[in-house]
């Protein structure tokens, strides 16, 4: 176990070097984030000074070197726009992000088992058709759409107020928060339910368990003791993989609820040309995988003695 966790994590520092270097390239290829463009006009020598105090008068690789070094220090830089610092920019964004996330894979999990366990026991019944379609239209409707659609028809004043999360306004932490997790927990439920049911339609099919029948254990002994267990391992894969990708949503859910966290953050960050908010944003979204997958493994291994960590 301590080389298999002392593997991953000098895994994991080859991936941040790796993340943080292709997304550094990209952006230089992008070009300079002080140059006049459009509407924005900015004074030769003012882009000179600004390229001078944020070191991208520097070499490419000059440039990569000192952020990298800067951030294993947790040194991420000044932001562009508004001259803060990066880092307590996203102290406050992650709590914010990380709370949605959490919640929107409790929402997954409840929802998810409870309907595949549901549509396994039930096969070919009405529960498992209707289960089957509700499923399938989670799935197939883009998450913009799902959003959009919560937010026209169900963002009031009194119940989901459709306002920025702001620390001016007291509003309950349940009413900024619900119709953007329930946003994002919508799609990886019907999956969780489609995967549930096919893993637990397998194992009800098992020796082990016509067995436990046979010694007449009740049905729901049955599939609480025996079959569940079994079962939910291919999802604990998924919903630990899923909670990185979540990150990934939370950039068109947080945009369209205004929800300040780090989706929404990195959105404006791309539109300003805001190197520096976006390195750091990226990079820890790549982490958080890792860091996922990881123990994603060593709970699949406890729960399955089978498998072995090497």
Known sequence: MAKFITRRLAHAVLVI???????????????????????????PEIQEALREKFGMNQPFFMQYLTYLQNMFTFDFGIDFEQRRDVGDMLAAAVPATARLAVIAILIEIV???TAGVIAAVSQYTFRDVFITIITTL????????????????????????????SFTVETPWWQE???????????????IARLMRGSMLEVLR????????????????????????????????????????LLGGALITETIFEYQGLGFLLVRAIQQHNNPVIV????????TFV????????????????????
């Open 280 to 287: 750091p944003i990226v990079v820890f979204a790549v982490l």
């Open 111 to 113: 929802i998810g088992l």
């Open 17 to 43: 070097i790796a993340a943080t270097f292709l997304i550094y390239l990209g952006l230089f290829v992008l070009g300079d984030p002080f140059a006049s463009s459009g509407e924005k006009t900015v004074p």
């Open 138 to 165: 989670g799935i197939g409707i883009p998450v913009f759409v799902i959003g959009i659609g919560l937010r026209a028809g169900l963002s009031g004043e009194w119940i989901f107020p459709a306002v920025p999360r």
């Open 206 to 245: 098992a020796d082990y368990v016509r067995t436990a029948r046979a010694k007449g254990l009740s049905e729901r002994k049955v599939i609480g003791k025996h079959a569940f267990r079994n079962s939910v391992i291919p999802v604990v894969t998924y919903t630990g993989v899923s909670l990185g990708v």
């Open 177 to 191: 928060i619900i119709l953007p997790a329930f946003t994002l927990a919508i799609l990886d439920a019907a999956f």
């Open 291 to 310: 860091v996922l997958s990881t123990l994603v493994d060593i709970l699949y291994a406890y729960l399955d003695p089978r498998i072995r960590l090497h």
